[in-house]
C-alpha cells in the first residue's frame, strides 16, 4: 500500500515483487471465503459449544473456498484451541 511504499523510499530499501506480496495486506480471493470466514469469526467470539461448532463449519468452508486464506487457518486452529480449553471434545 502507500503508507508501506513511503516507508520503503524513505529508507532507501530495495524490495523485491516476492517482497511486496509477502508485506501486502491479506485480501482473499474468493469473496465467498471471506463471507465465511467474517460469519465464522462472530460466531467463535461467542464461546459456546454450539456455536463454535458452527464457526468451525463456515471455516472450513472458507478454507475450501481459498487454502491459501491464513487468516481462516488461524481461527480454525482457534476452534479447536476452544474445544481443548472447554474439553467440549472430550
Given at each position: 500500500d502507500?503508507v508501506t ?6 529508507l532507501?530499501?530495495?524490495?523485491t515483487?516476492?517482497?511486496?506480496q ?11 471465503a471471506?463471507?465465511c470466514?467474517?460469519?465464522g469469526?462472530e ?15 463456515l471455516l ?7 487454502p491459501m486464506?491464513a ?5 480454525l486452529a482457534?476452534t ?6 472447554n474439553r467440549?471434545?472430550?
Open positions: 502507500d511504499q513511503q516507508i520503503v523510499d524513505a532507501a530499501l530495495n524490495l515483487e516476492g517482497d511486496r509477502r508485506l501486502a495486506p491479506e485480501h482473499p480471493r474468493n469473496t465467498e471471506y463471507d470466514f467474517l460469519r469469526r460466531l467463535w467470539h461467542r464461546l459456546t459449544k454450539e456455536t463454535n461448532i458452527a464457526a468451525r463449519e472450513q468452508r472458507a478454507i475450501e473456498l481459498d486464506f487468516s481462516a487457518h488461524a481461527f482457534l479447536h484451541g476452544l474445544d481443548y480449553l467440549w471434545s472430550a
